[in-house]
């Protein structure tokens, strides 16, 4: 069993950033992929990024390509989501996922209890 905890979310203007955290406290952290999704108001819950295991491979949705940066730490069980550029419709509640494999796969087995991010224009 894996827990996920996230933190950092909260309120940003538009061009803003933020920084999104993850941290767990499973000894075989750097075992799993880890990524981050997210749910934006009346809409479907979407991939935003994933890191695999070891930290040499990242990718993004189209949506958040070249604004946001994953990455993590395992020596410290910690994952972050570094958000530049906020726009109001990156709006959604983003959840840490994780799972037992090199990357993250559509429908992550493991999942944060969410954080709130909310960009004002």
Same mark, same amino acid.
């Given at each position: 069993? +894996?827990?996920? %905890?996230?933190?950092? &979310?909260?309120?940003?203007?538009?061009?803003? @950033?933020?920084?999104?955290?993850? !941290?767990? #406290?499973?000894?075989?952290?750097?075992?799993?992929?880890?990524?981050?999704?997210?749910?934006?108001?009346?809409?479907?819950?979407?991939? +935003?990024?994933? %890191?695999?295991?070891? &930290?040499?491979?990242?990718?993004?949705?189209? @949506?958040?390509?070249?604004?946001? !940066?994953? #990455?993590?730490?395992?020596?410290?069980?910690?994952?972050?989501?570094?958000?530049?550029?906020?726009?109001?419709?990156?709006?959604?509640?983003?959840?840490? %996922?994780?799972?037992?494999?090199?990357?993250?796969?559509?429908?992550?087995?493991?999942?944060?209890?969410? !954080?709130?991010?909310?960009?004002?224009?």
């Amino acid at each position: 069993q +894996v827990q996920l %905890v996230e933190s950092g &979310g909260g309120l940003a203007q538009a061009g803003g @950033s933020l920084t999104l955290s993850c !941290t767990s #406290s499973r000894r075989t952290f750097s075992s799993y992929a880890l990524g981050w999704f997210r749910q934006g108001p009346g809409k479907e819950r979407e991939f +935003v990024a994933g %890191v695999t295991w070891s &930290g040499a491979d990242t990718y993004y949705a189209d @949506s958040v390509k070249g604004r946001f !940066t994953i #990455s993590r730490d395992n020596n410290k069980n910690t994952a972050w989501l570094q958000m530049n550029s906020l726009k109001p419709e990156d709006t959604a509640v983003y959840y840490c %996922v994780a799972d037992l494999d090199e990357v993250i796969t559509t429908s992550p087995f493991y999942w944060g209890q969410g !954080t709130r991010v909310t960009v004002s224009s």
